[in-house]
């Protein structure tokens, strides 16, 4: 009888510290149910549910149901959500030097900015830490690209048309206002309206978001020459990542890399067929020549160089150290640096 109650309460012991480790962790993300970046998310969902055993379970919001990133970056402040897939815009309200990464015209192709994000990967995840969250996986999502309704290939061309640009994204309507062209901030939703009503003409964007937001049959002309990357990454409280077992981190962050590195190669591709696709109802591809090229970098570059968005809404010290790395690359792999 003794024995019995003895292995009674260990059978309880044991269920109330394996319920004491189960923990179900919240995040939000803007995108669309079902799409390639979601389905990665259940993946990544699934393999840490099959890492833990069970015991740590993701609960994915999809297609904005938390809100726009503002909004989800707050319910994450006060403990609504644990977590959120974050665009480069959504990263630059966490930190404005996270901006540093997709500055345009500064990193030029892929080899720069995988050797840029490699050497300065500890010093953003301290900016994150600083700031109450935790970097679990960057998530590239192409190149930026200028769509627009008349040709452009030099500044001046821009300077002609209205630029749509996302709301609140005040690092790059600033650097943009500041060099002369005339910006229309809009949400993602008034980018079609806004061409059609004649309110804009152009925008910045990859042209895989071109083709789902379904603007290049006004914005039909297309600057071949990149713009800046564009970037994401999963982010977590440190608060909630903390409820984590520390045995369970490293893997969950390798098995979130690797989904997530699996995407970016789908993403390239799933780009290029996009790109197909809006050449064959139309969109015109004009190819910037070395002179306009030297005139997009030699108008950003001069502005970097002034105290201004430099020095005050972004580090210096961050910037001088992306523009060393970049440097670095560009000698070692023997690319033109100008």
């Given amino acids: ?15 109330s510290s ?8 919240k995040i939000g993300s803007l995108a669309p149910r079902n799409s390639p970046w979601d389905k990665s998310l259940n993946e990544i969902a699934a393999e840490w549910n099959r890492i833990s055993n069970g015991s740590v379970q993701l609960k994915i919001y999809p297609g904005g149901i938390t809100g ?12 609504a959500l ?16 996270l901006f540093t990464l997709s500055l345009p015209f500064l990193i030029k192709n ?3 900015l995988n050797y840029v994000m490699e050497k300065m990967q500890n010093r953003y995840m301290d900016i ?16 930026m690209n200028i769509f627009s309704r008349d040709p452009v290939y030099y500044p001046e061309d821009l300077e002609q048309q209205k630029l ?19 910006v229309v901030p809009e949400d993602s939703i008034d980018w079609l309206s806004g061409l059609q009503s004649g309110r804009t003409d152009a925008l910045i964007l990859s042209p895989l978001v071109a083709a789902v ?16 990357p564009l970037l994401g990454a999963i982010v977590f409280s440190k608060r909630s990542w903390r409820k984590i077992p520390e045995e369970y981190r490293q893997d969950f962050i390798d098995a979130a890399n690797k989904k997530l590195m699996a995407l970016d190669s789908e993403s390239r591709e799933l780009e290029e067929k996009a790109l197909q696709v809006m050449l064959d109802y139309g969109l015109k591809v004009n190819s910037a020549n070395e002179r306009a090229v030297d005139a997009w970098i030699e108008l950003f570059n001069n502005l970097y160089a002034q105290e201004g968005i430099i020095g005050t809404m972004v580090s210096r010290d961050i910037f001088n150290e992306l523009v060393h790395n970049l440097d670095e690359y560009r000698l070692q792999s023997g690319s033109n640096a100008d």
Wanted: hydrophobic fraction near 50%; charge should be negative.
């Fill in 1 to 15: 009888m003794q024995y019995r109650k003895s292995f009674l309460f260990l059978a309880l012991v044991l269920i």
């Fill in 164 to 182: 749509s640009f996302t709301t609140g994204e005040e690092v790059l309507i600033k650097i943009l206002k500041d060099l002369g062209f005339y």
């Fill in 128 to 143: 994150l830490s600083e700031k109450g969250f935790e970097l679990i996986s960057w998530t590239k999502a192409g190149w």
């Fill in 110 to 112: 892929e080899g720069e």
């Fill in 82 to 97: 644990d977590g959120m897939v974050v665009s480069t815009m959504g990263l630059n309200k966490i930190s404005l030097d």
């Fill in 18 to 25: 394996t319920a004491a480790f189960s923990i179900t962790l």
């Fill in 213 to 228: 937001f379904q603007v290049f049959p006004i914005a039909d002309n297309m600057l071949d020459f990149q713009i800046a």
């Fill in 68 to 79: 726009n990133e503002d909004d989800t970056l707050r319910k994450i402040r006060f403990g």
